[in-house]
């Protein structure tokens, strides 16, 4: 192979260089360590049960737990049967963000945690393999006085998994299950102030929805989002370091095309991952504060899977032209057997990513976990990938 312009440095140069870069490293380190805040906040919040008086139940109504127009509010389903509320009639009402504030574009995402809180009864057990059935809606509005608007609304199901670590018997009812945390919404962008929650359980014994879940008392939502304060500075980063990329990569391109010789593979490689370095930091996400993207997630994990490919296929074909032998190989298709389960490798992680965010786009509450058959095919989906990246350092 004929020597690579990094190659072909004095010494002198390469330190500097390499001093530059290292300096680079520190003064990112430091940013990130003395001005940024921690990436993201968790913020907790317990379920209000509203009571839905209405005798034909409105698809447009929504219920606030709090403020001048809350609902009508139980404490304890103790109170719903004293009234003879049925479990059909009530709705947790979740607000976010807490009272007196605000929800920001800066956030750019949020995602929900939820857990059931359910008491252990000796004749209303949770029954193995229990699925919750949830009629959820997510609303919206950007001041408090305006009516919602309905952003989603779905039917979910999310396996129990809860496990009650003292012996069942009469003496321990009342006591709760230790259940899994189970995920529940996630939104790509954050562009309004105000999110509005309203969950709601079903229960049809006929059709066996939302029976042997046991008895369950509260609904505790986490709402996970990233720092305004960290945004911006991820942001300024960003934005400072992209010029700074693309200069010394239009620099690096320059000396190649002013050498007598054509271009070799490993510079090519080194160009490649230079272009997939600098689309994984151009700041696009500026365009999130002021539009509603909600796909900018999603177009974050295509980013990132274009620039670790193409990293993974250039530390395989700096390895291949550095090796001590006489065979030539100049040419990218020499590589073919090392790159292409990285290809294949990279498509499948784009598919499962399609199948999770992909369908998150039209319905924050859908995972692909929530089910068994969709736990088995990601694990399965995953398993595939992994071989194929292990076929790959064995050929």
């Known amino acids: 192979m004929a020597g690579a312009i990094i190659e072909n440095m004095s010494t002198k140069k390469l330190v500097i260089v390499g001093v530059i870069l290292l300096l680079f490293q520190a003064f990112a380190f430091m940013v990130g360590g003395l001005i940024a805040p921690s990436p993201t906040t968790a913020v907790h919040y317990l379920a209000t049960k509203c009571v839905d008086t209405t005798k034909h139940r409105q698809e447009t109504k929504w219920f606030m737990p709090w403020g001048p127009n809350q609902c009508d509010k139980i404490r304890t389903f103790d109170d719903a049967m004293a009234k003879k509320i049925e479990a059909n009639n009530i709705v947790f009402a979740v607000h976010i963000p807490l009272p007196n504030k605000e929800m920001s574009p800066w956030f750019q995402f949020m995602v929900v945690i939820l857990q059931f809180d359910i008491a252990f009864k000796m004749y209303n057990q949770i029954e193995d393999g229990s699925m ?5 809606g997510l609303a919206y509005r950007d001041d408090t006085v305006s009516e919602w608007t309905e952003m989603a609304h779905s039917f979910e199901h999310r396996k129990l998994t809860c496990n009650f670590t003292t012996s069942k018997t009469f003496e321990n009812e009342g006591r709760y299950y230790e259940c899994d945390l189970l995920p529940f919404m996630e939104v790509g962008s954050v562009a309004h102030k105000y999110y509005l929650l309203n969950i709601r359980l079903p229960v049809n014994e006929r059709k066996k929805v939302n029976v042997g879940i ?6 505790r939502l986490v709402s996970i989002h990233q720092n305004g304060g960290f945004t911006k500075v991820w942001f300024a980063m960003k934005t400072f370091l992209t010029p700074s990329i693309l200069i010394i990569m239009i620099w690096y391109w320059r000396r190649i095309t002013l050498m007598s010789r054509p271009p070799v593979l490993l510079e090519k490689v080194i160009l490649a991952l230079g272009i997939s370095m600098t689309f994984i930091n151009i ?3 500026w365009f999130s504060v002021g539009f509603n993207w909600t796909w900018m997630l999603l177009f974050g994990d295509i980013r990132q899977g274009i620039f670790y490919s193409m990293l993974l296929s250039f530390w395989i074909i700096f390895c291949g032209e550095h090796l001590m032998d006489q065979m030539e190989r100049n040419r990218f298709s020499v590589y073919w057997k090392q ?7 990279s498509f499948c992680l784009f598919i499962f990513d399609m199948c999770e965010r992909g369908v998150q786009l039209t319905n924050p509450f859908y995972s692909i976990w929530a089910s068994d058959v969709g736990t088995e095919l990601a694990v399965y989906f995953l398993s595939l990938i992994s071989s194929f990246f292990s076929l790959e350092y064995i050929v």
């Open 132 to 136: 919750a059935t949830i009629d959820v």
């Open 214 to 219: 046991g008895e369950i008392k509260d609904i």
């Open 283 to 285: 700041p696009v996400e």
């Open 339 to 345: 790159v292409g389960p990285i290809v294949f490798g």
